[in-house]
Structures are given as C-alpha cells and as structure tokens.
C-alpha cells in the first residue's frame, strides 16, 4: 500500500525543463538516507583510528570494503529490478538494510564487529543503487537524463552537507559520543525508508514488459557499446583515493581538532550541489564522456593540492571545492552516459556494471593507497596517484572518445 503520485508528462518536462516527480521523490528518499549515511561516514574515519585504534593499513582494508563490497550487488540488484519490471521493491530491500546496519553500530566495537556492519551497509547500498537510478531513467526524457541525475544528486548532496553538520553539533555538544551519532542516524534513515515505501510510485519498467532472460541481459551489459566506458570506468576508479584517506591526509598536514573533522564533508558536498545540476546539463550539451574526463581534471588537481607540505585554511578549502567538483561531474553523469547505450530491458544492469567496475576499483583502490601510506606516508602516496592519474587521463579522453554517436 502506498500513495499513488502520477510524473508529470515527459514532454511537459522537456520543455519546461522540469523533472519528472518520481525523481524528486527518489532525491527526497537520497537526502533523508544521505543524512543518516554521511553522518556515520564523517565521523568513521576518526572513529576507527582514534577511538578503535586501527592501523592506515586496517582503515584502508575497511575503507576498502566501504567503497567496494556493495560490488557484489549491484549486478544483482539491476537484474532484479530488470527481470521484475519492478525495482522500485528492490530498492526498499537495499534501504532497509543500510538503515538496519546504523542501530547495529551500537553494540559493534572490535574489528571483525564493524567490518560485518560496514559490509551490510554496503550490500544494502549495492542492492539498492542500480534499481532507483533505472528508475530516474525510466521516468526521465531522454534528453534530460543529465539534467535528472544532476537533481536527483543535487538533492542527495543536501543530505550529506546536513548530515556531517548534524554529527558536529552532537560532538561539539556531548564530545566523543559516536553512539548518539549512530541513533540519530538510524532514525533518518527509517524516515527516508517510510518515504520510499509510501509515496514513490511503484513504476513498472520497459524490462518488465520484456521479461529477458539472464543471457540476453548478460550479452547487453558485455556488448561493444559498453566495453570502452566500462574500461574507462574501472582505470578511473583504480586512481581514485577514498574521501576518508584525503581528509585524514588535510588533519595529518594542518593538525586542526578532531571535532572539526565532519565539516570537511561539508565543504565538498556544498561544492557538489552547487555544481550537480549545472554539469548535468552541461553533460547533455556537450557530451557526458566530456564532462567526466573533466571531472578527473579537478581530482588530479585536489591531489596535488592535498600533498603540498604545508596548507592552511585556503588550501584546505581548495581541495574541498575541488572534490566537491570531481564529483558533480562524475556520480550522475555515469550512470546517464550507460543508460543510453543499452536498450531499456537492460538498463538497471547496465547501470549496476559499471556502478560494480567502479566499486570494485575503488575497494582496490584503496587498500593500495593504505599500504602505501604505511610505507611513505600521505603526501607521497598522492603524488604517486596523482602521477597515474596524470597519464590515465588522456587515454581515457581518446578511449571514450565518440562513444555517444
């Protein structure tokens, strides 16, 4: 049982330029999540090496598995919405569990503890991503795709600035009390849960009236279209160090109070809505390969800035803006850049291939990045990334290049 809400007609979107509905309240959904996910995700890092004590190497591996475990869902996830013609149900399973994992961090604190619910948060996440961003595509016009996921992130990113400053007022008020954080975040995400459930339409997809099997979907998701933007992807997600090991890299460098340390997320997902939505269009105008090739411009650039020896308060903030941009142009624009280049029946698991790629780069990512960190130290270790990152960008350029004629 849930309150029927009916899109507004797809052309009507377009030439107003409004999206549809069901994408404001899936990005209504995002940001009630996102409130309670980023402020779990802001105070972690510090959690983990101040209050349980793990090593750079230890953090990397569970900073890996927070990146990467949702990999082995999202295949699963997109083909589930896909085959039932329903992911709107998919997505409530993955929501569900990614709540459940908030309460579960209370009586979690050793190592294999935090690690179990860090992966059910994960899974939940894998599960639930590739059946909502079908949707979107689903309820969008096409040639607003970017402009859709640009709101839909847009609106997300307002949780995750609410999220790290609401962490901050319970630190700044009861200092070291992560355990509040984790209630009030559990009660956000039920909130979030209950919106999906009760007002996002139960949209039946183009897949459903299809109703293709697991081959078909497997040989869409591996076709040609899909081989250069899922390679492209993966290089990508190898040089891409994880938001917890380049804010601990600024608190190393600048030695600012650990009660600070939540607003660092504030200042990239600023940066991020600000920016959503304009490099969203900009992405159907121009090209969303373009757009995400430029993305990786500005984390080359956040990079390096985040290994100068010394920084300050204009620095720091620089990085920030900088992260802030890497992913307006990045995290909605992939998913609009794939939706176009399979057939509708397929389009949640083509979503959730590369979604899986760049996670699992990313898990790889960054247990490489915390050996290295343990060897040489921050600084160094971003520059050797920043030096990859330097020569993957240009074959990355000519590797997408005319993928979407």
């Known amino acids: 049982m849930y309150v029927t809400v009916r899109d507004r007609p797809a052309a009507g ?13 899936l990005g209504t959904v995002s940001l009630l999540t996102d409130v309670s996910s980023e402020m779990v995700a802001s105070v972690l890092p510090l959690y983990l090496t101040m209050a349980v004590g793990l090593s750079p190497v230890a953090y990397g591996f569970l900073d890996g598995m927070y990146q990467g475990v949702s990999a082995f869902l999202r295949i699963a996830g997109g083909y589930a919405g896909d085959r039932g013609g329903q992911p709107k149900w998919v997505a409530v399973a993955g929501y569900g569990a990614s709540a459940l994992s908030r309460i579960a961090m209370l009586p979690a604190t050793g190592f294999a503890a935090i690690t179990a ?83 996002v339409p139960n949209l039946r997809t183009a897949a459903g009236t299809a109703r293709i099997g697991l081959r078909r979907t497997l040989r869409e998701v591996g076709g040609r279209r899909l081989r250069r933007p899922l390679l492209a992807a993966g290089v ?21 109070a650990a009660v600070w340390f939540p607003l660092l997320y504030v200042g990239t997902n600023v940066a991020y809505l600000a920016l959503a939505v304009p490099l969203g269009r900009l992405a159907d105008r121009v090209g969303r390969a373009r757009v995400l090739v430029g993305g990786h411009v500005a984390l080359l650039a956040c990079y390096l800035l985040g290994a100068l020896p010394s920084g300050g308060v204009a620095l720091t903030v620089a990085v920030l803006l900088l992260l802030g941009v890497f992913y307006a142009a990045t995290d909605g624009v992939l998913p609009a850049l794939v939706s176009r280049l399979i057939p509708a029946e397929a389009r949640g698991s083509g979503i959730a ?11 790889a990512s960054s247990v490489l990045f915390g050996l290295m960190w343990s060897v040489q130290g921050p600084s160094q270790s971003l520059l050797v990334f920043a030096g990859l990152l330097l020569v993957a960008i240009p074959f990355i350029g000519w590797l997408l290049r005319g993928v979407e004629s």
């Open 236 to 256: 990508l997600g190898l040089l891409t160090v994880g938001d917890g090991f380049l804010y601990l890299t600024l608190q190393d460098r600048d030695d600012f």
């Open 353 to 363: 291939a590369a979604q899986t790629v760049v996670a699992l780069a990313r898990f």
């Open 117 to 199: 619910v860090v992966t059910v948060d994960r899974l939940g996440k894998g599960l639930r991503t590739a059946p909502r961003d079908a949707l979107i595509a689903e309820s969008s016009d096409p040639a607003m795709l970017g402009r859709s996921f640009g709101v839909h992130r847009a609106l997300d990113t307002v949780g995750a600035a609410l999220g790290p400053l609401v962490a901050f007022a319970l630190l700044a008020s009861v200092p070291g009390s992560f355990d509040s954080i984790f209630v009030v975040s559990f009660a956000f995400a039920v909130v979030g849960l209950a919106v999906l459930v009760l007002f």
């Open 13 to 25: 979107s377009s030439a107003t330029g409004r999206v549809a509905t069901t994408v404001l309240l």
